[in-house]
C-alpha cells in the first residue's frame, strides 16, 4: 500500500523505516535527510492540515500514520475521515487525552485508573495556597501541550511558587500553560507502554524505557528524551498484566462510556510505584525515542497494524516479547546547547548507514548541498539490536562513536537501569 508519515524526527524515520521494510511504498511529509533515503518526503509541513489531505486524496494514499501530537490534537484524523481516508492517530476529542492534562487525570479518577493524586487550577492565588500546603516536592503541569517543557518537579516552595507565577501570571507557555495540574511526586522506575487500539482491542509493543534527563545519572534539565531500550526486564508478565487490567482496560471502558472512539496509540507513561502502577501521562502517539527501539522488534507488519486500527478492525494479534529474545536499545546524540538554544547547520561526518545490527535513525538533519548537516536539537539516534540488552548497547555505542559533528553529545549510560535489574536478577 501507499503510506503517508506525518512528521520529521527519529520517531518518524522508524516509522518510515518499517513500513518500507514491509515492502510498502512510504512518503513523508516533510520528514529529514535520513528519512529521504527511504522514502519520498514532501514539502509539507505537519500541521499543514489542507496541504496533506490535497496530497492524500490526489496521491491516492491508502493510510496516514501520524507521527507528533500537534495535528491529532488540531483535528487531521477528523478532516481525513470526514473525506473517506484511512489515518491512525486519534481524533481531535479523543486526543484530549494527551493535549488536555486535566481531562486526562479527570477522567483517570472517575473511573479508578491508577495516577498521582492532583487538583486543577486556574486561579493563581488559589494554586498558590494549595502549593504552599503541599507536601514537597510537588510537581506542577502545564495542561496544555508544551513539548516536553510543561513539567516541573519543584523542590522547594520558592521553585514551585515561581513555575505558577511564568506559567499562569507571565503565561510563558503561552494558554497551554494558563491551567494548570498540581499533583503529588511519585517515586519509581518509570516505563513506557503503548498499544495500538482500533476502538476495541489493543496489541501491545513491548515494554520500553526512555531516559528523559540530558545526563547521565538522571541528572540535568529534562528533554525530549535522550535514548530508550526495550523490552524492560522489570516488566514481567505479572507487572504487565497488572498494567493492561488496572490501566489500560478501565481506559478502554471509560473512553467508551464517555463516548470517545479511540483509534491510534496510546502511550501509557508509568511510574512502577511500590503501591503498583500509576499513570504519569497518556500520549496520543508513538512515543519519541521509545519508537526507535521498538520497530526493530516488531515481528509484524507494523503498517497493516495501524490500518487495521485505522478501519476499526485489528485483526493482528501477537504477544509483545517480554523475556527479551531480542532487545534494542537506542542513543540519541543532541547538539551542543540542547534542551536549551543550539546551533544548527553543522556537517555531520562518519558511518550513516548503519550495520547489519545498528541502525541510525535521523532526527533534526537536513540535506544541504548533497551533505546532510544538523537542523534539530536531538540529531539522531542509533539503534543496536541484539541477543542481550547489553549485546544490543555495545553496537548502539559502537555506532555512535562512528558519528560526528561538532559539538555532538549524548548520554552513556542508556539501558544501566536495565542492566542492573538483569545482574541483580542472575
Ligand atoms: P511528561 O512531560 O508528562 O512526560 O513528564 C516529564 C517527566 O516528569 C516524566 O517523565 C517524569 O519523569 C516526571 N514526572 C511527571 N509527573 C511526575 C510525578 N507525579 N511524580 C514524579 N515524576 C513525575
Ligand atoms: N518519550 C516520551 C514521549 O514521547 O513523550
Not at 482500533?198 to 524505557?209: A, I, M, N, R, V
Not at 540488552?389 to 555512535?400: K, Q, T
Not at 562513536?401 to 537501569?417: Q, T, V
Request: charged share 20%; proline share 4%; with cysteine.
Amino acid at each position: 500500500m501507499k503510506v503517508l508519515v506525518v512528521g520529521s524526527g527519529g520517531r518518524e524515520h522508524a516509522l518510515v523505516w518499517s513500513v518500507a521494510r514491509a515492502g510498502h511504498t512510504v512518503y513523508c511529509a516533510p520528514g529529514n535527510a535520513g528519512i529521504s533515503q527511504v522514502a519520498e518526503c514532501l514539502d509539507i509541513e505537519a500541521l499543514d492540515i489542507p496541504g496533506l489531505l490535497s496530497f492524500a486524496r490526489k496521491g491516492k494514499v491508502d493510510l496516514t500514520v501520524v507521527g507528533p501530537e500537534a495535528p491529532l490534537v488540531a483535528g487531521i484524523t477528523d478532516a481525513f475521515e470526514s473525506r473517506g481516508l484511512a489515518i491512525f492517530g486519534p481524533s481531535r476529542s479523543a486526543a484530549r487525552l494527551e493535549g488536555d492534562k486535566a481531562f486526562a487525570k479527570e477522567l483517570m479518577q472517575r473511573y479508578g485508573i491508577p495516577t498521582a493524586n492532583f487538583a486543577v487550577f486556574e486561579d493563581m492565588e488559589k494554586a498558590e495556597n494549595y502549593v504552599r500546603n503541599h507536601k514537597l516536592p510537588v510537581v506542577i503541569k502545564a495542561t496544555g501541550l508544551a513539548a516536553g517543557k510543561g513539567v516541573t518537579v519543584a523542590r522547594s516552595f520558592e521553585e514551585a511558587l515561581n513555575t505558577l507565577h511564568d506559567l499562569m501570571k507571565i503565561g510563558k507557555l503561552g494558554e497551554a500553560g494558563k491551567r494548570v495540574v498540581i499533583e503529588e511526586h511519585l517515586e519509581g522506575e518509570e516505563v513506557s507502554i503503548i498499544g495500538l487500539c482500533d476502538g476495541k482491542k489493543l496489541l501491545f509493543l513491548s515494554p520500553s524505557q526512555d531516559h528523559k534527563r540530558l545526563l547521565d545519572g538522571d541528572a540535568g534539565p529534562n528533554t525530549g528524551g535522550m535514548g530508550a531500550y526495550a523490552p524492560v526486564p522489570i516488566v514481567n508478565k505479572a507487572v504487565f498484566n497488572q498494567i493492561i487490567e488496572e490501566v489500560f482496560s478501565p481506559l478502554l471502558q471509560a473512553l467508551n462510556k464517555e463516548g470517545v472512539e479511540y483509534r491510534g496509540a496510546i502511550y501509557a507513561g508509568l511510574m512502577l510505584t511500590r503501591d503498583g502502577p500509576k499513570v504519569l501521562e497518556f500520549n496520543c502517539r508513538f512515543g519519541d525515542p521509545e519508537t526507535q527501539a521498538l520497530v526493530p522488534l516488531f515481528p509484524g507488519d507494523l503498517a497493516e497494524a495501524c490500518r487495521q486500527c485505522a478501519l476499526g478492525d485489528l485483526t493482528i494479534n501477537l504477544e509483545p516479547d517480554l523475556s527479551g529474545k531480542h532487545w534494542a536499545l537506542c542513543v540519541v546524540a543532541a547538539a551542543r546547547g540542547y534542551p536549551g538554544t543550539y546551533e544548527k547547520g553543522l556537517p555531520i561526518s562518519g558511518n550513516l548507514t548503519g550495520g547489519e545490527n545498528t541502525i541510525v535513525f535521523h532526527a533534526g538533519t537536513k540535506m544541504v548541498d548533497e551533505k546532510v548537516v544538523t537542523s534539530g536539537g536531538r540529531v539522531l539516534g542509533v539503534t543496536g539490536i541484539g541477543k542481550t540488552l547489553s549485546e544490543a548497547r555495545d553496537r548502539a555505542y559502537y555506532g555512535l562513536g562512528l558519528i560526528h559533528f561538532a559539538g555532538m553529545h549524548y548520554r552513556h549510560d542508556i539501558g544501566e537501569k536495565g542492566l542492573h535489574y538483569l545482574n541483580q536478577r542472575a
